[in-house]
C-alpha cells in the first residue's frame, strides 16, 4: 500500500514505473543467442544491412516487398546497429527490451489520453497486464518484431499529439503527428489499421469542429500518401507457399472464409488463454475446416459479439469498446479473411491485441468490482482488497509464463524442438527441428552423434511426409543423408525427388553433382556442374567441384580452362590460385607453382 501511495503522489513515477516494468519482464532473454528469422535482418547473412550505415539508402529503395512487408525503418535500426558492435546478440537484446518498455510506456500515455474519463487505476492496470501478456514474448525475443514494436511507438506517440491537435487545434501537434504517423508505417506497415482509432475516438467522445476532424483525417490520409511514395514502382506481388499458408489451396472464396474463421479463432484463444505459444505456423498446423464445424460459427459469433460491443458500450463502458475495436482492427485485417497473408497464422500479429483484450478484462473487472471513473489509484489499490488481490493473481499467471516462455527462446535448439514437439502435425516446424539439430551437432560437441543424426532426420522425414511438395525440406534431409550419415545413394534418390519439384533450382543439381561425385560417377557429376554453371555461371561451388574432379583425375588441360574462367569471376577468391598451382605442378613448374 506505500508503494501506491508513492508512485501515485506523481505520473512521472507511474510513467517509470510502467517502462522498467516492461524491461524488467523480459531481462532474462539478454545471454539469448539468435533465433531462426534473425538472419534475416540483424546478422552478417544479411548482405544488405551488415554494410552498415552506408546501406540505409539501399534499405529505403529496396523492391521485392508487398505493400504491408516493407519495413525500411525497421531494417535501418539493424544497419545502424550493425555499424556500432557488429553482429553481436547480446546488443540486439538490450535493445529489444528497451524498446518493449517503450511500447509499454508509449500505450500508456496514449489510453491515458484516449480513456481519460476512465479511472487511472483501471488504466494502470491494463497496461501492467499488457506487460506480462505471454502472446507479446514473440515480439521482444525475435528480432522479427522489432518492426511491431517502433510502428507502436511512432503510432502512439502520433496519436498523442492528434489528441493535443483535437484539443488545442495547434498546428504543430498536427505536422508532428503527421511525421510520426509516416515513421510508423515505415517501420510497420500494418499500423495502418490502427488509423481507424483515432477516428473511433472522435466518434465516441463527440469531438466538436468540423476543422479539426477534417485536420485529423487529412493527418492519417496524407500519411498513407507519403507511405504510398515510397511504395511507387517498387511493389511486388507476394509470393504465398502453401507450406506456409495452406489457404492457397481452397480455390473458392467461401471455403477460404470459413478455413479462416477457424483459424482467427485461434487467435481470439491465445488473447484469453495463451497456450500453446509458438514462433510459426504452416501446413498441417490448422484442419481445412468448413462451415460444417461448429468452431467456425463460434468464431463469427464472437467477432459479431465485438462489433455489437463496440456500438453498444461505446457511453456507458468506453474502456470495454475500446478494447474490442481494438481487437478488430489489429487481428482481423491480416487474418487471411480478406486476402492471403504469407503465413497462414502469426502470433505476432496479436502484439495490438493483447491490449485490447486487456482492456476488456480490466473493464469488467471494474464494472463487477464496482470501481468508479472518479475512483483514484489509491482509492482503488488500497481500499479495494478484490481489486489489488485479482490484479496480483494475474500478474503472477501471466508473469510466471512470460518470464518461463523466454528461455524456450535461449537458442534454435531449443525453440525448434519444442515447436515441434508442441506442433508435431506443422511442416515448418518439424523441417526447423531437424535442420537446427544438424546445426546444433555441427557447432557443438555432441555425446551421441549417431543418435542426434537419427532424430534430426526423423523430423526432416516427419517434415517431408506432412507436406512432399517443399523442396527445401527435401534438400535438408539429402544433404543430412550426404554430409551426415554417409548415404550418397539414399541422398541421390532424395535430390531427384527435389528436381522434380523444381527441375530448374541450381542447388538441387549441384547436391546431385556432389551425390554422383561421391558415388564415383565422375563423368555425370561433371555432366551436373556444368548444368549448374549454366543455369547460374558464377556458382563458386560448381567451379571447385568441377576442378577438384578434373584435377585429381589427371584432365588438366580441361581444368584450366575452367580455372581461366574463375579467375575472371572471382579474382578475390584464393581458389583458383590453389587450383593453378596443381595445374602448374602437373606440368613440373614448381616455381610458379609456389
Not at 540486439?92 to 527490451?97: D, E, L, T
Not at 511507438?153 to 493535443?164: A, E, N
Not at 580441361?558 to 579474382?571: G, I, K, T, W
Request: charged residues 15%.
Amino acid at each position: 500500500r506505500s508503494i501506491i501511495a508513492y508512485l501515485t503522489d506523481s505520473s512521472q513515477n507511474l510513467n517509470w514505473m510502467v517502462f522498467f516494468f516492461g524491461v524488467l519482464m523480459y531481462t532474462n532473454i539478454l545471454p539469448d543467442g539468435f533465433t531462426f528469422g534473425d538472419e534475416l535482418v540483424g546478422t552478417g547473412e544479411n548482405t544488405i544491412t551488415s554494410r552498415g550505415i552506408s546501406a540505409i539508402p539501399d534499405i529505403f529503395t529496396e523492391t521485392g516487398y508487398g505493400w504491408f512487408d516493407y519495413q525500411p525503418l525497421a531494417k535501418a535500426s539493424f544497419a545502424l546497429e550493425y555499424s556500432l558492435v557488429g553482429q553481436y546478440y547480446l546488443f540486439s537484446n538490450f535493445v529489444q527490451i528497451g524498446l518493449f518498455g517503450l511500447v509499454c510506456l508509449v500505450m500508456y500515455l496514449m489510453i491515458g489520453r484516449l480513456l481519460s474519463g476512465v479511472s487511472p487505476a483501471l488504466r494502470l492496470m491494463a497496461i501492467l497486464l499488457f506487460v506480462v501478456h505471454p502472446a507479446n514474448t514473440i515480439v521482444v525475443n525475435s528480432l522479427l518484431g522489432r518492426a511491431e514494436m517502433l510502428g507502436f511507438i511512432f503510432f502512439g506517440l502520433g496519436t498523442i499529439k492528434l489528441i493535443d491537435w483535437l484539443e488545442l487545434a495547434k498546428p504543430k501537434s498536427l505536422v508532428l503527428a503527421l511525421l510520426l504517423m509516416v515513421l510508423g508505417l515505415l517501420s510497420q506497415p500494418q499500423v495502418m489499421s490502427w488509423f481507424l482509432l483515432p477516428v473511433f475516438a472522435v466518434w465516441v467522445n463527440g469531438i466538436k469542429g468540423k476543422s479539426k476532424v477534417f485536420g485529423l483525417i487529412g493527418c492519417l490520409l496524407g500519411a498513407i500518401f507519403v507511405y504510398a511514395l515510397f511504395r511507387i514502382g517498387n511493389l511486388s506481388d507476394p509470393n504465398i507457399l502453401a507450406v506456409y499458408n495452406p489457404l492457397i489451396e481452397l480455390t473458392g472464396f467461401s471455403e477460404r472464409l470459413a478455413a479462416g474463421l477457424y483459424v482467427l479463432l485461434h487467435g481470439f484463444k491465445l488473447l484469453m488463454f495463451p497456450h500453446t505459444l509458438l514462433s510459426s505456423y504452416s501446413y498441417g498446423s490448422f484442419e481445412m475446416v468448413g462451415w460444417n464445424n461448429p468452431m467456425v460459427y463460434i468464431s463469427l459469433l464472437i467477432l459479431i459479439a465485438q462489433l455489437l460491443v463496440v456500438f453498444l458500450a461505446r457511453k456507458r463502458l468506453p474502456m470495454l469498446a475500446f478494447g474490442a475495436f481494438l481487437i478488430l482492427i489489429d487481428l482481423v485485417p491480416f487474418s487471411n479473411l480478406f486476402s492471403l497473408q504469407s503465413s497462414i497464422f502469426d502470433e505476432k500479429n496479436l502484439f495490438g491485441a493483447t491490449l485490447g483484450i486487456c482492456l476488456i478484462i480490466v473493464s469488467l473487472i471494474g464494472f463487477f468490482l464496482k470501481v468508479k471513473d472518479t475512483d483514484t489509484i489509491k482509492q482503488v489499490f488500497v481500499r479495494n482488497n478484490s481489486f489489488r488481490y485479482l490484479l496480483l493473481l494475474l500478474l503472477v499467471l501471466g508473469g510466471y509464463k512470460t518470464y518461463s516462455r523466454n528461455y524456450v527462446w535461449v537458442n534454435n535448439y531449443k525453440l525448434t524442438t519444442v515447436d515441434a514437439e508442441s506442433d508435431p502435425n506443422a511442416a515448418i516446424a518439424n523441417f526447423q527441428a531437424g535442420k537446427y539439430l544438424r546445426v546444433e551437432y555441427y557447432k557443438y560437441p555432441v555425446q551421441n552423434l549417431i543418435s542426434h543424426i537419427d532424430s534430426a532426420a526423423f523430423y526432416l522425414n516427419k517434415s517431408i511426409e506432412i507436406f512432399n511438395q517443399w523442396p527445401t525440406s527435401i534438400i535438408e534431409l539429402g544433404e543430412l543423408r550426404l554430409q551426415d550419415s554417409g548415404q550418397p545413394g539414399l541422398a541421390l534418390q532424395l535430390f531427384e525427388k527435389a528436381a522434380q519439384i523444381e527441375p530448374e533450382n541450381p542447388e538441387i543439381v549441384l547436391n546431385i553433382g556432389l551425390s554422383l561425385s561421391s558415388l564415383g560417377r565422375t563423368g555425370e557429376a561433371i555432366e551436373m556442374f556444368g548444368t549448374v554453371l549454366e543455369m547460374d555461371p558464377t556458382n563458386e561451388r560448381a567451379m571447385e567441384q568441377i576442378l577438384m574432379l578434373y584435377t585429381n583425375n589427371s584432365y588438366f588441360d580441361e581444368a584450366e580452362y575452367v580455372n581461366q574462367r574463375y579467375f575472371q569471376l572471382h579474382p578475390e577468391s584464393a581458389q583458383p590460385y590453389f587450383y593453378q598451382s596443381k595445374i602448374l605442378l602437373s606440368r613440373n613448374d614448381t616455381i610458379k607453382a609456389l
